[in-house]
């Protein structure tokens, strides 16, 4: 049964690693905020989640599973904050191409610092 767990766990790190380092390659090659936004979160944060599951196979003791929970619980409640803040950052900034957007909420309140909002 151990054997299984470390083979389930060295693929759950391989696969981890992988979308992290998606990410990090989508951080670099997307074009505009909002695209590199969603790399930096979406993949990024499952890529670690599985980089954890990964560990948490390999180690089974209560005190490292114990650690690991606490890491993937603020992972998960920092990640969205992180990129909500980022991306309204850059909608004030005016580095959102607008025409991109299919809905643009925040034009009616007036928060954006292009033709729409104030500076």
Do not use: N
Not at 9 to 24: D, E, F, K, N, S
Not at 27 to 50: E, I
Not at 86 to 91: L, P, S, T
């Amino acid at each position: 049964m151990a054997t299984i767990a470390d083979w389930l766990g060295a693929g759950c790190l391989v696969a981890g690693a992988l979308l992290a380092l998606a990410a990090g390659i989508g951080v670099l090659r997307f074009p505009d905020a909002l695209s590199r936004m969603h790399a930096a979160t979406k993949p990024q944060v499952l890529g670690v989640l599985l980089l954890l599951l990964g560990i948490a196979l390999r180690l089974r003791s209560l005190a490292d599973l114990g650690m690991i929970l606490l890491v993937a619980v603020f992972q998960l409640a920092t990640a969205p904050v992180a990129a909500q803040m980022i991306g309204r950052a850059a909608y004030r900034s005016g580095r959102v191409d607008r025409d991109l957007l299919d809905a643009d909420e925040l034009a009616d309140r007036g928060q954006g610092s292009g033709p729409g909002g104030p500076a």
